[in-house]
T-cell receptor
């Protein structure tokens, strides 16, 4: 069993829809990261969570440490949100373990 | 401040050759980690350096190696290239590693194609 599981693998939405991407993990962690990767490869860090909830613009990330689960929400989705969203775990100081990613396409 | 810089952005090599990729972290960051991304395997951890010392290594053959210089710039080397080494290689820098409160900063990656 993978240490981190993401769902769904692929997601298609109409502009304006509310989107949720889920991440479940099986190990104790020091932090969970949500990353965004656009075509072309570069990765941008969206959130780093160790507890609770964070919000940045239309993006909201939550984590439940007891249930080992995190969600990334996008409100009022837009075509520019189309990207691959990756959940990554850090549970020691020197490496990240990645989920398989969720490919999101938002159509106008 | 300048972000994480990876060079070159694109590279085409022939099987059997070797290649060196470079990563310049954000100024003041002392940890650099490397990752390989392929369509079949996703993102996989290669190794991490902190203050010129390799702290951890992923499950890759010895053909993959790296080093870090005193200015925190890091290089990774792949010898005897195989077709399966074709991938996007990403590096990330942080102040001291991936503990709580540490934000990840990634470079744009080097896309290596082995023919």
């Amino acid at each position: 069993k993978n240490e981190v599981e993401q769902s769904p693998q692929n997601l298609t939405a109409q502009e304006g829809e509310f989107i949720t991407i889920n991440c479940s993990y099986s190990v104790g962690i020091s932090a969970l990261h949500w990353l965004q990767q656009h075509p072309g490869g570069g990765i941008v860090s969206l959130f780093m969570l160790s507890s609770g909830k964070k919000k940045h613009g239309r993006l909201i990330a939550t984590i439940n440490i007891q249930e080992k689960h995190s969600s990334l929400h996008i409100t009022a989705s837009h075509p520019r949100d189309s990207a691959v969203y990756i959940c990554a775990l850090s549970y020691n100081t020197d490496k990240l373990i990645f989920g398989t990613g969720t490919r999101l396409q938002v159509f106008p | 401040k300048a972000g994480v810089t990876q060079t070159p952005r694109y590279l085409i090599k022939t099987r059997g050759q070797q290649v060196t990729l470079s990563c310049s972290p954000i100024s003041g960051h002392r940890s650099v980690s490397w990752y390989q991304q392929t369509p079949g395997q996703g993102l996989q951890f290669l190794f991490e350096y902190f203050s010129e010392t390799q702290r951890n290594k992923g499950n890759f053959p010895g053909r993959f190696s790296g080093r870090q210089f005193s200015n925190s710039r890091s290089e990774m080397n792949v010898s005897t290239l195989e077709l399966g080494d074709s991938a996007l290689y990403l590096c990330a820098s942080s102040l001291a590693g991936w503990g709580p409160g540490t934000e990840a900063f990634f470079g744009q990656g080097t896309r290596l194609t082995v023919v």
